[in-house]
């Protein structure tokens, strides 16, 4: 009786723990779902800012997979290739292609446009070639 | 605490209680505790006192120090009272205090974290009961108070009860490492004393330390520093420590035999470096009061510092606020500017344009165009900063992270190695800087200044407060949300202003 008293008490502790570092990872998740959603449109060249926070949801997408956090990245890429088409800005989404390659490009192509999707390929082909031959 | 009554609530608590419960206690958060002056009571005292850090601890002996005295000044001793309760202490042999101060304080405080002690010569910090520590222990070898007297214990002397005494107070014994003396190497009083010992055994010890430390000031203000620690340790704990007599004897004399005249400019050079609060009075007597004058000086060459920092500062910031206007730069800045929309020697091969590009887009060739900019084809007008035949090409062409070492080469310098200007940004810097910037997470390196830096990073000029161009036109630093980090800010400073820039003394 005691023993099995004292399992339920280890087993509790261990959900709870499990609970709050779940607890804590979906708040950060709804923290950059709330942040992405309300980017409807990119001005100028979207700027260090948005770039900052396309990274850092990447970031933390490639460790805590969240489909909607996903989807809510992709969209906001796309609108920033509307008005910015520089090759570098794919290194923004570097960690979650990297560390889940088919999930995330899946969901990316989906929102991206067609012309979007084109220029996305080609400017990952220009980031590779630049890390080979340099840019000088 | 009665644990079997613990164990029973655990048992009646249903999983949903404890889910609650949990619950409750991560909505309330952490808590204050309030300390009421009903709840002033000696162990609450102990508790708040053990959680004050060394710094707090220092500040607080070192305040109440100087409440007694001056609470010691205005009392008047032959006040019967005060009489009464001297006269008590007396009649029962009270011999628990060391002093004075002892009496009136619990002995939570009677612990000074700012007491050194002597062992073998080495200092040493003590534990909490006061319990001078091993000299080659790391708490005490990795303490970095430490350097103010010298050198660590380093060199055993490689045998059980043997010690090794420290050379700067006992001389370099047989093999210039220290005296190694027969004693109980866990005792601090007997390990000083058989040092004290023997020290005095080898002749004309006294003479041959008084010369070495009058011919090495470093030395000397050292020596000084182990002096006036001990003289702090021996006027309040004489009883614990049974070396202070001799030791303190030795020390003294020492000291003032080696303070000469000669010594005093470089000693009050030296001296702001081991002069504290603590041991000014001590490092006064001993010095014939140089402790006063090094802290004055230490004051005066703090003050020069500041004077010339902020005038160099302000040169600097005169020779940059000019830098774009200077008719080279303004030339690079025009040719950049215009090369941003044009396609360069066939670097856009390999892209969809081939004359022309839009002005706002990148071609990963960063580096290319500013050096093209900067060392322009002898057909383009404009001043130059070198001939185009220096231009290495293609996969010779080293990347923008490495960009400050063709610069270097034409007279350019990063602003950010002077320390007046190492607050500078790419956005706070004036117009004319040429900024080198890192890749990180990349997976290529070079080696730039010595420091390893993700290749091939990026370069651009700003060329005024809202463009900062390379094979493109920004509007803002190219950090590109934090994956290139700047390094370098590079400038030509001229001559003129480098030559009214001071030395900063140290």
Known sequence: MKTQNFLKFILMMVFLMGFSHHTLSSSLDQHYIEKLQQIKVVKGNGGNDLYALIRESAQHLSVNWNEKLAIEISRVFNELSNVNENYFLVELLAPAVEKHKDKFKKILFKNLSKKNRVLYEKNVEMVRKEEREGNG | ?506
């Open chain 2, 1 to 506: 605490m009665d644990l079997s009554k613990v164990r029973n609530f655990g048992e009646s608590m249903s999983s949903t209680r404890w889910f609650i419960l949990w619950g409750l206690t991560l909505l309330i958060g952490a808590y204050q505790q309030d300390i009421h002056a009903k709840d002033f009571h000696p162990d609450t005292i102990r508790l708040a006192y053990d959680d004050l850090t060394f710094k707090e601890k220092t500040e607080f002996h070192h305040t109440l120090m100087k409440v007694l005295e001056i609470q010691t000044k205005s009392t008047k001793y032959s006040d019967p009272k005060i009489n009464v309760l001297l006269e008590k202490i007396s009649q029962h042999n009270f011999s628990g205090p060391d002093s004075f101060i002892d009496l009136f304080l619990p002995s939570t405080f009677a612990n000074d974290p700012t007491l050194y002690c002597h062992f073998g010569g080495w200092m040493a910090t003590m534990d909490n009961d006061e319990n001078c520590m091993l000299p080659w222990s790391r708490w005490v070898r990795g303490d970095a108070e430490m350097e103010t007297f010298g050198a660590t214990y380093e060199h055993s002397c490689g045998g059980a009860n043997l010690f090794r005494c420290n050379p700067l107070i006992f001389g370099p014994g047989e093999d210039g490492k220290g005296i190694c003396t027969t004693t109980d190497d866990s005792d601090p009083n007997l390990s000083t004393s058989s040092c004290l010992e023997d020290f005095m055994q080898t002749p004309d010890a006294l003479e041959n330390k008084v010369n070495e430390l009058q011919e090495d000031p470093q030395a000397l203000a050292q020596y000084l520093a182990i002096t006036a620690e001990t003289m702090r340790l021996c006027e309040v704990r004489a009883r614990k420590f049974s070396y202070c007599n001799d030791l303190l004897h030795l020390l003294e004399s020492t000291s003032k035999a080696a303070v000469t005249c000669e010594a005093h400019d470089s000693l009050v050079s030296l001296l702001p470096n081991i002069v504290t609060p603590f041991n000014e009075d001590e490092l006064n007597e001993i010095t014939h009061g140089l402790g006063a004058e090094a802290i004055r000086y230490a004051r005066e060459l703090e003050e020069r510092q500041e004077r010339i920092s902020r005038e160099n500062r302000e040169v600097l910031e005169e020779a940059l606020a000019g830098a774009a206007q200077e008719s080279t730069m303004a030339a690079t800045i025009e040719r950049i500017r215009n090369n941003a929309s044009k396609c360069l020697r066939g670097l856009c091969k390999g892209t969809e344009y081939s004359s022309s590009k839009p002005a706002t887009k990148s071609i990963a060739k960063c580096a290319a165009y500013v050096k093209h900019a900067i060392y322009p084809y002898p057909s383009e007008s404009g001043e130059r900063y070198a001939n185009f035949s220096e231009y290495p090409w293609g996969r010779d062409a080293d990347d923008a992270v490495e960009g400050g070492n063709w610069l270097k080469d034409h007279g350019f310098e990063n602003i950010l190695d002077y320390p007046e200007m190492s607050h500078l940004t790419p956005e706070t810097a004036p117009p004319g800087a040429i900024i080198v910037y890192e890749k990180i997470n990349s997976r290529r390196n070079s080696t730039v200044d010595g420091v390893r830096r993700g290749a091939p990073g990026h370069i651009e000029i700003k060329a005024s407060a809202n463009e900062y161009i390379s094979d493109f036109i920004n509007d803002e630093p190219t950090r590109i949300g934090g994956l290139r980090r700047p390094i370098a800010i590079y400038y030509q400073i001229p001559d003129s202003y480098k030559e009214r820039l001071q030395e900063v003394p140290q």
